[in-house]
């Protein structure tokens, strides 16, 4: 049985190859055997695994699956054999979710719905967890709230943006190409339908739009209650890749009082003004960490209900992932080099 995996000399230097992998020969009680028929590819965090010590010789690659039960351990009770599911590996996982079958705990996996495809399932779920944990977990979004989204054409900012426009939130999203402009000005909540899901897209491609008279023109002067970036300048000289991203000054400037900013940047520095600033609006900074789901079995529960209001979602057409063709196994290798380049912008899916 075969597995993508990649071998790492450093943070920047890594290498994805195909090998060769065997599965346990017993089921434990609480697991569940998979046939495996897609798996999405997202970038590896290798920093994340070193902190967390999970860091071995070879990191199995491809972690969002979905597809068959084969045989399920003595004590499982969600699931029965010829169930179609989709999932999560654990981040400690040993084989790849690229192999042709895998054991996994039943307490990471969920119903998958008919109507919803294998490459659709296994391209939403990992960032259908990521926008409920932002906007839900985080900012606790409600009806008539602003938000404002910094890579809105990304496959996960797609995502939070149908889920905040389902549930009445006013959406303003950055483009970083005319590419990602044009479509964010046609995406449409459903087919044939006029309105668009996006109030408005603020290009960020040439740097000539001020992000924060924009954002602060479009609430009157309030400032927005919700912001999720994908990375901030701390300083003022950064490098070439971070110079589309706003700096921190902007995003607390353009930060409405008792607004939440929700950022992925592990080293963001904050000197005394700053939370001065945000002191004096009572908001508020939370990191976004999808992974923290596995961190503690007290959140179990609430884990598997945003997968599966994921699916349910799919299903019914409210969220609508933006996939690449499916790929072969056989170019696996090669896609996933460019998916930790950040080299395509649509979700890449392996049909196995």
């Not at 797609?158 to 000005?185: M, N, P, R, T, W």
């Not at 912001?227 to 400037?253: F, M």
């Not at 992925?264 to 923290?292: C, H, I, T, W």
């Amino acid at each position: 049985m075969k597995g993508l995996y990649c071998k790492s000399s450093g943070r920047s230097d890594v290498n994805f190859f195909i090998q060769e992998t065997d599965l346990p020969g017993t089921l434990g009680n609480h697991q569940v055997k998979v046939q495996v028929k897609a798996c999405a590819l997202s970038p590896l965090d290798l920093k994340l695994l070193e902190d967390l010590q999970l860091q071995r010789d070879l990191v199995p690659v491809g972690r969002e699956i979905s597809g068959i039960v084969l045989q399920v351990g003595p004590k499982v009770t969600f699931f029965q054999p010829d169930d179609e599911v989709v999932g999560i590996l654990p981040l400690d996982a040993e084989v790849s979710g690229l192999s042709d079958v895998v054991l996994i705990h039943e307490h990471h996996l969920v119903q998958k719905p008919e109507k919803v495809s294998w490459a659709e399932a296994a391209g939403s779920i990992q960032d259908g967890v990521r926008a409920y944990t932002a906007l839900h977990t985080l900012a606790r979004m409600a009806t008539g709230h602003t938000l404002l989204l910094l890579d809105g054409a990304s496959p996960f900012g797609v995502l939070a943006i149908q889920l905040a426009h389902y549930h009445g939130v006013k959406v303003l999203a950055c483009a970083h190409s005319q590419e990602d402009q044009l479509f964010l000005e046609q995406l449409r909540p459903h087919v044939g339908v006029q309105e668009s899901v996006v109030a408005r897209v603020i290009s960020q491609s040439d740097g000539k739009v001020d992000l924060v008279e924009s954002c602060l023109e479009e609430t009157g002067g309030l400032g927005v209650d919700i912001v999720v970036d994908s990375g901030v300048r701390l300083y003022e000289e950064e490098p070439e890749h971070r110079r589309l991203l706003p700096h921190k000054h902007d995003i607390i400037t353009l930060l409405g009082v008792g607004g939440h900013w929700i950022t992925p940047e592990d080293n963001l520095q904050l000197d005394p003004p700053d939370s001065r600033s945000l002191f004096l609006k009572g908001a508020s900074l939370s990191f976004l960490n999808e992974e923290v789901w596995g961190a503690s079995r007290a959140c179990q529960g609430r884990y598997l209900h945003i997968m599966k209001d994921v699916v349910e979602k799919l299903s019914s057409g409210t969220l609508r992932p933006q996939l690449e063709d499916p790929v072969p196994l056989h170019k696996a290798t090669v896609s996933m080099e460019m998916v930790q380049q950040k080299k395509v912008r649509k979700k890449v899916v392996i049909q196995l």
